[in-house]
């Protein structure tokens, strides 16, 4: 494995994926984006994992987005490169089939934390700075807005993206955007706490509820009449 992208089991059932580039903030390379890509792909029917938990090396930051400077240094093929790894990796999160919970300390910005976004659920520590800063570096912010728009509404996101606003964890969690608040520290630990605990749910049933809550949340509310029909495909899919 690069060592980009560091992996541990800290619990039956549960792998830890630790983006560890913690001297360039955990920017995300075109290296690191295909580590990514690679090992939850591997995850995803290696049949013992059930729940995968994302965090960042180093004190300082959960991800600070995409690695400008690399991108900068590139051709023009390598940056087109590098940006549709960037799409592969969300995409892959975005429809991912396991569980996955976020473990947000320090800076989580732009690329980063659409990456956290895109997880199920979302574990902040107090000192955790949540922002999407791509107009200051030069870049549009289209993404990241939708993300923003459908996680936590049209004001929040114009706020954050034209607004350049950064939001605390206590922030993030008062806004929708993260699911707890946790002590400083704790944020690695309470998410693996977390995944573990998914992780016990009995299979079918969590494979149901969990491409429901996806299904949901790409689709938006539908009627009760609705959700009968929709849930049932789910189900019959799950095989619950």
């Keep these: 494995m690069t060592t980009v992208l560091r992996t541990e089991n800290p619990e039956a059932g549960v792998v830890v994926l630790e983006m560890a580039r913690p001297e360039r903030l955990n920017a995300i390379s075109r290296e690191l984006a295909a580590a990514m890509v690679s090992e939850l792909d591997k995850l995803a029917v290696d049949g013992s994992t059930r729940a995968v938990v994302l965090a960042g090396a180093g004190e300082r930051a959960f991800g600070a987005g995409i690695d400008v400077k690399e991108l900068a240094a590139h051709a023009p093929s390598e940056g087109d490169e590098h940006r549709e790894l960037m799409l592969r990796l969300q995409r892959t999160l975005c429809d991912y089939p396991l569980p996955t919970v976020a473990a947000v300390h320090g800076i989580a910005a732009g690329a980063s934390l659409q990456l956290a976004l895109h997880c199920d659920l979302v574990i902040a520590g107090p000192g955790a700075r949540l922002g999407m800063p791509e107009l200051s570096a030069g870049l549009p912010g289209l993404l990241g807005g939708w993300l923003l728009h459908t996680r936590g509404g049209p004001q929040l996101a114009a706020d954050l993206l034209l607004g350049g606003r950064w939001l605390s964890g206590e922030e993030a969690v008062a806004a929708g955007l993260a699911a707890r608040l946790v002590p400083a520290g704790e944020e690695r630990a ?30 938006g509310a539908v009627s009760f009449e609705q959700a009968i029909e929709a849930a049932g495909s789910v189900l019959r899919e799950a095989g619950a």
């Design 190 to 219: 309470s998410a693996v706490a977390v995944a573990a605990n998914i992780a016990g749910y009995q299979p079918a049933a969590l494979a149901a509820t969990h491409a429901w809550l996806r299904r949901l949340r790409t689709h």
